[in-house]
């Protein structure tokens, strides 16, 4: 069978995986956190971003990250805001 609704959820890859349990397990301090787990947490986030900077050939500080969609968009609107002024919709 072939699985074509991928809009919402896809099948992870084995070393997708493999890699989340791996860090679910050992490093799952808050990365904004001064203590020992969230320094060791914010230091992978940081390598992460650094490699997904050089796949996507832009500098580590041009890739963010968000846990909570509703706090990227406002985000997002605050920037269209200093830019422009109120925003209609998103």
Do not use: C
């Amino acid at each position: 069978m072939i699985y074509f609704d991928n809009s919402a959820t896809t099948q992870a890859a084995p070393a997708v995986l493999e890699t989340y349990t791996t860090v679910s397990q050992k490093i799952w301090g808050n990365p904004s956190s001064l203590h020992n787990f969230g320094e060791t947490a914010f230091h992978l986030l940081e390598q992460s971003r650094q490699q997904i900077a050089g796949l996507l050939g832009v500098q580590a500080h041009e890739i963010s990250s968000r846990l909570v969609g509703r706090k990227a968009i406002i985000g997002f609107e605050g920037v269209q805001r200093l830019k422009s002024g109120p925003l209609g919709s998103i």
